[in-house]
């Protein structure tokens, strides 16, 4: 291939993947977070690392590979370790009269070509693909992927596990004498933790029953059932995981809270352990906080263009209050960080309240609440108001005091962001006015509310075209017109998603933004549903159409937004 002139930049700017002023957004998020360019133009969803490697690809005249559709010969994978191949990220491809192609994601990276060359002894000639699809392709090439290594890890546990109580009871010892130093305790816990991570979990449940410990974890919001160890490892299990968040192991009645900091590979994360009695034994959830989850911009939280552009508008104001509404797990938190991440600027002053601190903002001054020293939301904020902050962000709107500090710190010239628990955006006007405070206050201080849900999304490797019936469009109320337009995708499940057919998630959202006529309701405490019909009249789109656009467009299926959202009369 010839090499052609030009930067992968001018390329894709060429090829109209990205635009010059998308390129220059992505430049001064490069600068600002002082990550490589490439980089920031997929956190901002302007290109896909399949786009920007092509065009690397293109640039260098090397060739582009797509591995998922690649076999590579056993005789060829044997030319290199599993360890080389991992720590570098690369795959061999071909081996030519003793010239040996191999994968790579960064053409540039002249260091780890040379180290190739030095460790195998042969001609080199590289080829490039997404790091990403570098690394799925070791775990397929490599004896077994990321789950069937480890089932086998945990079978040879759970064998020698057996084989090391059984031992123990030999000797006269119970279920709370087996150590939980021991190597088989401790190897367990870190395989749980290494293939949560692994397979993207966002939290590990142990949970003992009469007769065995069940293992779950939670990817992309739906728990999967791990294989689970011998009940007798229970009480070495628990302390275990104890001494890594630095618990009580002796306390059995009450409820327990703690942090692991680990290494997985070359992530850092943190793991917040929630520990609770139950009939059969404590039962512990690992949350696993990672970093990189919370590194994202507004354009990759799945909001649609008239959003996207809204919601810019909006946190761009010198004062109000904007609330983020929904359930546990739905995406409030990472919404309200990439809002802070897109704020986070030298000449801002960030301060928030938070029950606990989940993640580190680099340069936001973030408070822990701590109610047993009496440090809570309402006494957090009037301390913050000293602090003269531009913005502040208050975990959880739980009672009557905080809501109302709240209120009064947008009504003396600060923007505030926090969240509340309630089913939809025009549901929140009247959740404030319910806990006390004045319609006249809610009415002058919130400038928006916004409601969310997450949906799993399709996976991008195993997407094929799907039919749904006509007399399911016309009761999801889908038109014909919208039918025709749409582009309606299912995955049919591979490696690449575990077969479940979905790999991530996105955000359906509800925008509230408060008119005249709006406020004009608050103040008179009108009901819910006349808000609700407001908005809509105004232009809201709701959590449902929202779903069912993304649906029209191959982002969801059908099945998973109508289980996040429901059509209502409204609708």
Same mark, same amino acid.
């Given at each position: ?6 930067? !992968? ?102 260091? #780890? ?46 064998? #020698?596990? @057996? ?55 939670? $990817? ?39 942090? $692991? ?72 938190? #990472? ?14 002053? $960030? ?17 822990? $609440? ?13 301390? +913050? ?5 531009? @913005? ?35 549901? &929140? ?20 509310? +916004? ?71 608050? !103040? ?40 996040? &959202? ?6």
């Amino acid at each position: 291939m010839a090499k052609r002139k030009g930067s !992968f930049l001018e390329i894709l700017v060429g090829k109209g993947i990205i635009g010059t002023e998308q390129l220059a957004e992505a430049q001064q998020l490069a600068s600002d977070s002082s990550m490589k360019l490439p980089d920031a133009l997929i956190r901002l969803g302007y290109a896909t690392g399949e786009d920007i490697t092509r065009a690397m690809a293109e640039q260098h005249g090397l060739d582009y590979v797509t591995l998922s559709e690649v076999v590579v010969p056993p005789s060829v994978v044997e030319l290199v370790p599993e360890s080389v191949a991992r720590e570098n990220a690369v795959i061999p491809l071909a081996d030519s009269d003793g010239t040996l192609t191999v994968v790579i994601s960064d053409p540039d990276d002249y260091e #780890t070509i040379e180290k190739l060359r030095f460790i195998l002894n042969r001609p080199i000639e590289t080829a490039l693909a997404p790091r990403d699809s570098i690394l799925e392709a070791i775990n397929r090439h490599y004896g077994q992927t990321v789950g069937e290594s480890a089932d086998s890890m945990l079978q040879e546990f759970t064998d #020698t596990a @057996i084989d090391f109580t059984e031992t123990l009871e030999e000797q006269g010892g119970g279920e709370d004498e087996i150590d939980e130093t021991s190597a088989p305790v401790v190897r367990l816990v870190h395989l749980m933790i290494t293939e949560a991570v692994q397979l993207r979990a966002s939290d590990i449940h142990i949970e003992p029953f009469e007769d065995r410990i069940r293992i779950r974890y939670r $990817i992309d919001g739906v728990l999967i059932e791990r294989d689970s160890p011998p009940r007798r490892l229970l009480g070495a299990l628990l302390s275990r995981v104890k001494i890594l968040s630095r618990l009580d192991i002796a306390e059995r009645r009450r409820t327990q809270d703690g942090r $692991i900091k680990i290494t997985v590979g070359d992530k850092e994360l943190d793991l917040r352990v929630s520990v609770i009695p139950s009939n059969h034994g404590q039962s512990v959830v690992m949350r696993i906080l990672d970093k990189d989850s919370i590194r994202v911009g507004l354009r990759q939280l799945g909001f649609s263009d008239d959003d996207f552009q809204k919601v810019r508008s909006l946190i761009q104001r010198p004062n109000g209050i904007v609330l983020v509404t929904g359930p546990t797990g739905s995406g409030k938190t #990472t919404s309200l960080y990439a809002v802070l991440n897109e704020l986070n600027t030298p000449d801002r002053k $960030i301060i928030t309240a938070e029950d606990p601190v989940e993640y580190y903002l680099p340069g936001v001054n973030q408070v822990e $609440i701590r109610h047993e020293i009496g440090l809570d939301f309402a006494r957090v904020i009037r301390a +913050m108001l000293r602090q003269a902050p531009n @913005i502040i962000l208050v975990g959880e709107m739980r009672d009557l005091e905080t809501a109302q500090m709240g209120i009064q710190a947008s009504l003396t010239g600060h923007l505030v962001f926090s969240t509340l628990h309630t089913n939809d955006a025009p549901g &929140a006007i009247t959740r404030l006015i319910d806990m006390g405070v004045p319609s006249y206050l809610v009415a002058s201080s919130v400038v928006a509310i +916004m409601a969310q849900r997450l949906v799993r999304v399709t996976c991008q490797k195993c997407k094929q075209p799907v039919n749904y019936p006509q007399t399911i469009l016309e009761a999801a109320g889908i038109t014909q017109e919208m039918a025709a337009n749409a582009n309606f995708l299912k995955g049919r499940g591979c490696g690449h998603c575990q077969g479940t057919g979905f790999r991530g998630r996105l955000g359906i959202f509800e925008l509230m933004l408060m008119s005249t006529q709006l406020r004009e309701l608050t !103040f008179n405490s009108a009901p819910t549903e006349v808000i609700r019909n407001c908005a809509i009249s105004e232009g809201m789109k709701t959590l449902y159409w929202d779903g069912i656009d993304k649906v029209c467009r191959g982002v969801t299926t059908l099945e998973e937004a109508l289980s996040v &959202a429901k059509r209502s009369e409204g609708d």
